[in-house]
């Protein structure tokens, strides 16, 4: 079409040979003789697994035919070795897209277990241009991008992200600024997935992946068809203007029918974006043995922090278990029970809102090690627990967090979704947190955004891999939201890291935008970008407090983090875990950045910062500081440099058309800055009146400018941790 040319080769068998970004003129797949399109693994009687590839179809023929819109493919492979299999693709490109559809069916023998199909698939260049820029843009939870993935992965390296699992949106792209490859799924019932890339000597193999499912039989019942199409095409740009690309058909889909302005479920005290301050209630020794409850303390502790950063607190209490952190399921009463209620009670008269973790699906039966012990109390729910596929036992789950300072072990069983017991279990718990005064609650945990996937037969679904890990975890979600906010409007169910088809499900997510160099931020190549947010900004919330710290030394990765949940649009956030004196003791810097954040949501901004769009960052002309931070490689820490802009930067579209520029200097030093006001991406109109916010001048915007066109070069200076919002709103000032 208009936009690309995707070719396939006739022989020896059908698959992608090259495609085209017309624009360009780039060839983003090119030469790639003996590509597999597919690849379809059975599982034998025997346990043991049978792959067939469509190179290895002993007939094939490919034949394109225009359509209304555009053009067709249908490709037809039969004649498997030793298999009586017989596979049909079909490929719809329709004028002016950037993108191909596929889908797929599969006639196979009845009874024959078809366990996952890889396609399609792809060989993509080793290298677009010289590959200097070039770039892969992976949804992995809060989003990351790996630069140059030639130059900084080996062969044979390679990335694979699940769903359920750390796959966060559908798509992912290995492209450079003239050119690139799209894959994306385009499921909208939460089917079990994956997207992948691997390097390979003649360039980047990148694949999507189903897995079929008992729910409807597909996966023996004699033809499987791919339950969604599967979107190859091309792109352009930044990783914004790649997102821009799954955006046009995410924001189309159920999760995106409501936004946050317009969604009257979620209470105005969290879209006011509340600090979240996470704050052990016990206290421990050296050894990290528990020594005392901390809650005789906390009101005060909590009080100080509020004046420190002058804004709204809501406290996480890690350790309020009835046994030690993160011991899930036998969760009441709570540690030091006569306290808790107590302090639980002058917090809330005191505007405090206490927050609990749940270990999410988890119900443990044994600690191992410090503050150890078992558990009876795991015993009742046997019944509505995920068994063990080849035992039938209950299946067993460990948390290691052991350290020098001793063993650490926590031995558990984990709730199906779908089991009829889960769903009442869980509500008692909402309501047994509501009884205590705790209406702030999340799912921690359950990073997976689904449940495990479970053999039972008495469970109420087919066995094995399914859609009911998806759709019974999100009734169970809202199970829970619907009983908290019968006790009250103001409870609110947070889910610990994002995933698109959880937004409706929930009032938030726990957001690391912070993170480098570490879990889904931790490949070779990759740095954050704050992706989820670019998707979703207007439709989920987030915070990022439990890992952005608070010390008393000059901690400029702490600085960071504060900055960073400040700039992707989350709410300010200060975690200090068991270190209660490091609230006390933190370093001014740490202290004024989470206090300019609290402020600025004081003011118009948070219609942009809580509310709104997240438009293209601009790409500014400053210095890099060098902040270090902490590494583990081969088992061991170490400390790296990690260059980053002196003054971060976002830009913002509110409900109403206006349009906001957030710039934050993380700096020791006076930071000049130069930019051309504009609306990014967003349309224009003709005029706009400019309004500036500084964090140094008060907690009152003032005026720049009336009635100017844009783009219009607008110079500052800013001072050390200073926080400045500029406001363009269409036409003169109001």
């Not at 085209?20 to 599982?43: C, D, E, M």
């Not at 729910?381 to 650490?408: C, F, H, I, M, R």
């Not at 509500?427 to 359950?446: F, K």
Request: charged fraction near 20%; hydrophobic fraction near 35%; proline fraction near 6%.
């Amino acid at each position: 079409n208009g936009v690309l040319r995707l070719e396939i080769q006739k022989t020896p068998v059908p698959s992608i040979s090259r495609l085209v970004h017309k624009a360009s003129g780039q060839a983003v797949v090119a030469g790639a003789a003996q590509g597999n399109l597919f690849s379809i693994t059975f599982a034998g009687d025997d346990g043991k697994a049978e792959t067939i590839s469509s190179a290895a179809a002993g007939q094939s023929e490919a034949s394109v035919t225009r359509t209304e819109t555009g053009t067709k493919a249908v490709i037809k492979y039969a004649e498997f070795p030793a298999s009586e299999v017989e596979v049909e693709v079909t490929a719809v490109c329709d004028e002016n897209e950037a993108s191909t559809l596929w889908t797929m069916r599969v006639a196979h023998p009845a009874g024959r277990r078809l366990k996952t199909v890889r396609f399609p698939q792809l060989l993509a260049v080793p290298a677009i241009g010289d590959g200097k820029d070039d770039c892969l843009v992976l949804p992995a939870l809060a989003g990351t991008r790996i630069a140059n993935p030639a130059e900084n992965w080996t062969n044979g390296y390679g990335v694979t992200l699940q769903y359920p699992g750390n796959l966060s949106a559908q798509f992912l792209a290995y492209q450079d600024s003239s050119a690139g490859v799209y894959l994306a799924g385009m499921d909208t019932a939460g089917c079990p997935m994956s997207l992948g890339v691997w390097k390979q000597p003649e360039g980047f193999l990148c694949r999507h992946e189903f897995t079929a499912v008992a729910d409807d039989q597909g996966d023996r019942g004699g033809l499987w068809e791919s339950p969604y199409p599967v979107a190859i095409g091309v792109t352009q740009g930044s990783w914004c203007d790649t997102a821009d690309q799954y955006k046009r058909w995410a924001v189309r889909q159920s999760w995106c029918a409501t936004t946050l302005a317009q969604r009257h479920d979620i209470p105005a005290w969290w879209k006011n974006g509340p600090a979240v301050h996470v704050c052990e209630v016990r206290t421990y020794d050296a050894t990290r043995t528990c020594t005392a409850s901390y809650y005789p303390k906390l009101h005060d502790h909590l009080r100080v922090f509020r004046e420190k950063i002058d804004g709204p607190v809501v406290a996480m209490f890690a350790g309020w278990e009835n046994h030690r952190r993160w011991t899930g399921g036998d969760y009441f009463p709570v540690f030091d029970a006569d306290n808790a209620r107590q302090v639980i009670r002058q917090l809330r008269q005191d505007d405090f809102r206490p927050f609990f973790f749940l270990s999410g699906l988890f119900s443990t039966y044994w600690n191992e090690g410090r503050d150890g012990g078992e558990i009876p109390a795991a015993k009742r729910y046997l019944d509505a627990y995920v068994p063990d596929e080849k035992t039938g036992e209950p299946k067993q789950y460990v948390l290691n967090e052991s350290s020098p300072s001793g063993d650490w072990k926590r031995h558990s069983y984990q709730f199906c979704v779908a089991a009829p017991r889960t769903k009442q279990f869980f509500c008692d718990v909402v309501d047994q947190a509501h009884a205590l005064g705790v209406d702030v609650l999340q799912m921690d945990q359950t990073t997976s955004g689904a449940g495990d996937v479970c053999y039972s037969t008495a469970h109420g679904h087919p066995p094995g891999v399914g859609l009911y890990q998806s759709r019974e975890f999100h009734e169970l979600l809202d199970a829970m939201r619907g009983q908290g906010k019968r006790h009250s409007a103001d409870f609110v169910l947070f889910h610990e890291e994002p995933h698109e088809q959880l937004i409706p499900h929930v009032d938030g997510f726990h957001v690391r935008e912070y993170y480098e160099k570490r879990w889904y931020r931790g490949y070779p190549g990759a740095t954050g970008i704050p992706l989820f947010s670019y998707l979703y900004h207007e439709f989920a919330s987030g915070y990022g407090g439990d890992s952005a710290g608070l010390s008393k030394d000059n901690s400029r990765w702490n600085v960071r983090c504060h900055a960073m949940n400040l700039v992707a649009g989350r709410t300010p956030g200060g975690s200090i875990w068991s270190a209660h004196q490091n609230m006390f003791d933190a370093h001014p810097d740490q202290i004024a950045m989470i206090r300019n954040h609290s402020r600025l949501l004081k003011t118009r901004a948070k219609d942009f910062l809580m509310l709104g769009k997240m438009l293209h960052p601009y790409v500014l002309a400053v210095p890099a500081v060098n902040i270090r931070i902490s590494v583990q490689k081969g088992g061991k820490w170490t400390q790296e440099d990690l260059p980053t802009p002196a003054i971060l930067t976002s830009s913002w579209q509110s409900a109403d058309g206006r349009i906001g520029h957030l710039f934050v200097n993380i700096a020791e030093t006076r930071q000049p800055l130069t930019v051309n006001l504009d609306t990014r991406n967003a349309p224009a109109a003709e005029s706009y009146a400019a309004q500036v916010y500084r964090s140094t001048e008060g907690e009152a915007f003032r005026q720049v400018w009336q009635s100017q066109a844009i783009p219009k070069e607008y110079a500052i200076e800013l001072n050390p941790l200073e926080v400045v919002f500029v406001e363009l709103r269409p036409g003169r000032a109001a």
